[in-house]
């Protein structure tokens, strides 16, 4: 493969010229833009799916990668101005507000016929309003990760496995006198995303398929004060719950060996393991309520409106979101969205840590598919996290949130 790398607007554009010698008389040349940790070098494994994909169909794919932090605002900017790809990979809440904004095709009638192969939580994620948008490249969700030495100081032989024993887990970790603790957790946006899984696992919900906010209910309310109390009344968080506002802060504590739980996702594991070699960890599902649950993460793939090659387009989409991306993903120890991926063979050709999360896959869900999403996360759901742990009443705040909601959902 010739790929030739060039600098343009701060993003890496790899455009693949693999000569194939004729293509059919319909190829159509695609450019797509990528979270750039999918093509970080030459040798990444996309490009060799690319080739298969260029080989299999005549298309050309023109890539684009580009910075995470960025490629929300760039889509933005160039979709609306009728540039940009003709596909793209997005972080599953920037969904809402492309499709909103009429920047993303509606895939619905070309994704219905393989809606099936996918797990639900993930595929979930690109409907907007009723319609699909995107269909998922890779999911990830929260799963417990537990510092086994400090579980069996404090006397305890299993992870816990409910709400009461994850509860009593943490309480026993905590050693006022050590300066250990049983679980560490984010502040502000960081703690808001760690708290929507026990929302759910408690019954209890966000905003429905409906558009309606279920935030002021009392099963929603009752998550978010039984994990506000770990810290305010049993003290069994450290002291940067308050302030930890990325995840290399919110995991410090577990990496220092002075928090004996965290819950985090897959993408911990390299960062942890790499931050102490030496550190005897384990990964297991969250901790279920009256019902199992976890919050899911990843990107989508999804389509430019008014591009000028739908159905190639679609073709590829169709591609990278099938039953490819379970060995695709695999080499970048990522999770595939298939329910194949999720079988026992499956789960078990994964990495040891890996699999905890493909087996609670089914009960991942998508934050809400809503357009005012981020703000509702960033302005409103991280200042409940905030005020809460600072101990404003869990009823008071939510009753607070579900307005400011409900005013949001209004605009």
């Given at each position: 493969m010739n790929v030739r790398s060039i600098l343009k607007g701060g993003a890496a554009a790899a455009v693949l010229a693999l000569g194939l010698g004729s293509?059919?008389?319909f190829a159509d040349n695609i450019v797509m833009w990528v979270n750039a940790a999918l093509a970080n070098g030459p040798d990444a494994p996309l490009y060799e799916e690319l080739k298969a994909f260029q080989a299999a169909t005549g298309h050309t794919v023109e890539v684009q990668a580009v910075p995470p932090i960025e490629m929300e605002q760039k889509l933005f900017v160039a979709l609306s101005g009728g540039a940009g790809p003709d596909v793209m990979t997005l972080d599953i809440a920037w969904v809402a507000g492309l499709a909103d904004a009429g920047l993303l095709a509606d895939i619905t009638q070309k994704a219905g016929?393989?809606?099936?192969?996918?797990q639900p939580g993930p595929y979930s994620s690109g409907l907007?309003?009723?319609k699909q948008y995107a269909?998922?490249?890779y999911t990830n969700n929260v799963a417990l990760l537990v510092n086994d030495r400090m579980l069996a100081d404090a006397g305890i032989q299993k992870a816990p496995a409910t709400w009461q024993e994850f509860h009593d887990a943490a309480v026993a970790m905590t050693n006022k006198e050590k300066q250990t603790y049983g679980v560490s957790l984010g502040g502000n946006r960081m703690g808001a995303f760690q708290l929507y899984s026990f929302i759910w696992q408690n019954g209890g919900d966000i905003i429905d398929a409906e558009g309606k906010s279920h935030v002021a209910d009392p099963a929603s309310v009752e998550a978010v004060d039984f994990l506000a109390k770990l810290y305010t009344e049993s003290k069994a968080m450290p002291d940067s719950v308050l302030t930890a506002g990325n995840w290399d802060e919110v995991?410090?504590?577990?990496?220092q060996e002075r928090a004996g739980m965290v819950v985090t996702g897959d993408w911990a594991l390299a960062a942890?393991?790499?931050?102490?070699?030496?550190?005897?960890?384990?990964?297991?599902?969250?901790?279920?309520?009256?019902?199992?649950?976890?919050?899911?993460g990843g990107f989508d793939l999804a389509i430019k409106a008014n591009t000028?090659?739908?159905?190639a387009s679609f073709e590829l989409v169709k591609w990278l979101s099938g039953e490819r991306s379970i060995a695709l993903m695999r080499k970048y120890n990522r999770l595939s969205a298939l329910k194949k991926a999720a079988t026992p063979e499956a789960i078990a050709a994964l990495p040891p840590n890996m699999q905890p999360f493909m087996q609670q896959a089914a009960a991942g869900r998508a934050r809400p598919v809503v357009a005012a999403w981020t703000q509702m996360h960033t302005d409103v759901f991280a200042n409940v996290w905030d005020s809460v742990i600072r101990g404003k009443p869990a009823k008071e705040a939510m009753t607070e949130a579900d307005a400011a909601i409900k005013n949001l959902l209004e605009k």
């Open positions: 293509s059919p008389a016929p393989i809606a099936s192969q996918y907007f309003e009723q269909l998922p490249l995991h410090a504590p577990f990496v942890v393991a790499k931050a102490n070699p030496d550190l005897k960890f384990s990964v297991h599902p969250l901790p279920a309520g009256k019902q199992a649950a976890t919050v899911i000028s090659v739908p159905e």
